[in-house]
């Protein structure tokens, strides 16, 4: 079974930064995309970035140029460099590993808070 694991969470003023990591274990034998997702209150779930297999990423509009997902195959950790924070960014961030290629897939994490405030 694999699991999933957001960490790096927190309350950080406007313009502020904060780095998220998603750890994902268990029986995974082979590199899989990885992204990262989140939800505001009363808003739907929504892409923020992701990152292939072979590290090509992807970004939402809403964050090109302020957000960096990269990755590290050795430890099936993904991470979300977040720069120049925003209140609108204020959410539960959610991860996921994308293993539907194998038919065995999306599994996701329990989410970490991210509050962008003053």
């Known amino acids: 079974q694999v699991q999933v694991v957001e960490s790096g969470g927190g309350l950080v003023q406007p313009g502020g930064s904060l780095r998220l990591s998603c750890a994902a274990s268990g029986y995974i034998r082979s590199i899989y995309p990885m992204g990262w997702y989140r939800q505001a209150p009363g808003k739907q779930r929504e892409l923020v970035a992701t990152i292939t297999s072979g590290g090509i990423p992807n970004y939402a509009d809403s964050v090109k140029g302020r957000f960096t997902i990269s990755r590290d195959n050795a430890k099936n950790t993904v991470y979300l460099q977040m720069n120049s924070l925003k209140p609108d960014d204020t959410a539960v961030y959610y991860c996921?590993?994308?293993?539907?290629?194998?038919?065995?897939?999306?599994?996701w994490g329990q989410g970490t808070q991210v509050t962008v405030s003053s």
């Open positions: 996921n590993i994308d293993r539907r290629r194998d038919r065995l897939g999306t599994t």
